[in-house]
């Protein structure tokens, strides 16, 4: 069996550990979303500290939310290359 199918069981390789964005689009975008968020929360505690707290509650909660979309488009996106790749070895 493949030493990646061990480590993969094993717990040892985590495809998410290795995500780095490499799309400077994608980098760019997300500086100017975390400077825009930042300003928005200066704005907002000067005007309502209550409204501040709850913002932030909701901002953590999308984000506890993402690793549990990326781990369904991993699976989707997993099963979408295994269905390939038995197509592939079906038309031999």
Do not use: C, W
Not at 23 to 33: F, G, S, T
Not at 41 to 66: H, K, P, W
Request: glycine letters at 4%; charged letters at 25%.
């Amino acid at each position: 069996m493949s030493n990646l199918i061990h480590q993969f069981y094993n717990g040892e390789l985590i495809p998410s550990e290795y995500f780095r964005p490499k799309i400077e689009e994608y980098i760019e975008l997300m500086r100017q979303v975390i400077g825009q968020q930042s300003d928005f929360i200066a704005r907002l505690n000067a005007v309502d500290t209550a409204l501040t707290s709850q913002f932030m509650e909701i901002a953590d909660a999308m984000l506890r939310e993402y690793p549990l979309e990326s781990a369904e488009v991993f699976n989707q996106g997993f099963r979408l290359g295994a269905r390939m790749m038995l197509e592939i070895l079906q038309e031999e």
